[in-house]
């Protein structure tokens, strides 16, 4: 079946850095990717879209300059989280839409820690 | 936009028993309903979805049922098993292709052996 992986799969970095997580799609091609965050015992909410070769889409509230996402190719996209401050630590998690599965396939998500 | 709101937040069922969780949704021309299951510090994983012009789908012992006049749909687990123990989310979503997702604010199933 379809696989999307992640990396790095946990990250510590101190406030102030940028972090880069990304994402990809192993077996398949994906013309749209999904970032996704969640806070600890909360839901899912969706940052933005990516789409390959064109700029993301992003949800209201969510600071396009803060987090830079690019989808270079088919197969992967990345989300930056430029100068990370402590309330940016949260689980990633992205998804790819393969061919007419609706929602997409999930990645097993990045948990990232800013101290 | 759409907003899904899902019930109840936490729910404890005995092993053996059924276990319902409802979502409603706002937006009336989304038309796939997923259920995820989410473990704790996993990724969500599907378990059932039912597009809307479907009213109920089963698989062994999970079913979902839509009413899109009321626009609610519920996941329905029987026989629970302590390993349906998780977080179970529910979304909505709209249009034809690429789709983003609603997250519902999950339900936190525990089942007492």
């Known amino acids: 079946g379809a696989v999307v992986s992640q990396h790095p799969s946990r990250v510590i970095c101190k406030s102030g850095t940028s972090v880069k997580i990304e994402c990809r799609s192993l077996d398949f091609q994906a013309t749209t990717m999904f970032w996704y965050r969640q806070f600890p015992k909360q839901s899912l909410m969706l940052m933005a879209t990516s789409n390959e070769g064109s700029k993301a889409t992003y949800e209201q509230g969510v600071e396009k300059d803060k987090f830079l996402i690019n989808h270079a190719s088919l197969t992967l996209s990345t989300l930056t989280v430029t100068s990370a401050h402590p309330e940016d630590s949260s689980f990633y998690i992205c998804?790819?839409?393969?061919?007419?599965?609706?929602?997409?396939?999930f990645g097993p998500g990045t948990r990232l820690t800013v101290l | 936009g759409e907003n899904v709101e899902q019930h109840p937040s936490t729910l404890s069922v005995q092993e053996g028993d059924s276990a319902v969780i409802k979502c409603t949704y706002s937006?009336?021309?989304?038309?796939?309903f997923p259920w995820y299951k989410q473990e704790l510090g996993k990724r969500p994983q599907l378990i059932i979805d039912?597009?809307?012009n479907v009213g109920e789908k089963k698989d062994q012992r999970i079913a979902v049922t839509l009413n899109k006049t009321a626009k609610h749909f519920s996941l329905h687990i029987t026989e629970t098993q302590p390993e349906d123990s998780a977080v179970y989310f529910c979304?909505?979503?709209w249009g034809v292709g690429a789709q983003k997702l609603v997250f519902g604010q999950g339900t936190r199933l525990t089942i007492n052996p």
């Open positions: 979304a909505a979503s």
């Open positions: 039912i597009r809307s």
């Open positions: 998804s790819a839409r393969e061919g007419r599965t609706s929602g997409g396939v």
């Open positions: 937006d009336s021309a989304s038309n796939y």
